[in-house]
């Protein structure tokens, strides 16, 4: 069983910086991507980025060149920056591990538990 923790979010202000980080822990075989989420109250869950194993990187385009993704595969996390955040990127942030588990049998989806980012002054 593998899971995921999240650290960072809480308030920024409008213009402000962004760090998150997770880590996954348990028994991962095969690290397929890393990445975030986020969902805003009454909206669907929107990609913000994400990262293969060989460092490949993926954006939603509302973050694009604000956002920053990485990884340290050696400590089986991820890191979100972000910098000039405005109020709509306010939501909860979820990262997830898409990641084969004790072997090629077993490649599922793990989310972590989400953590709140609110851009406010």
């Known amino acids: 069983q593998v899971q995921l923790v999240e650290s960072g979010g809480g308030l920024v202000q409008p213009g402000g910086s962004l760090s998150l980080s997770c880590t996954a822990s348990?028994?991962?075989?095969?690290?397929?991507?890393m990445g975030w989420y986020r969902q805003a109250p009454g909206k669907g869950p929107e990609l913000v980025a994400s990262i293969t194993r060989e460092g490949r990187t993926i954006y939603g385009a509302s973050v694009k060149g604000r956002f920053t993704i990485s990884k340290d595969t050696a400590k089986n996390t991820v890191y979100l920056q972000g910098i000039n955040l405005k109020p709509e990127d306010a939501a909860v942030y979820y990262c997830?591990?898409?990641?084969?588990?004790?072997?090629?049998?077993?490649?599922?989806?793990?989310w972590g538990q989400g953590t709140q980012v609110t851009v406010s002054s």
């Open positions: 997830y591990l898409d990641a084969c588990l004790v072997d090629y049998t077993s490649c599922p989806t793990t």
């Open positions: 348990g028994n991962i075989f095969s690290l397929t991507s």
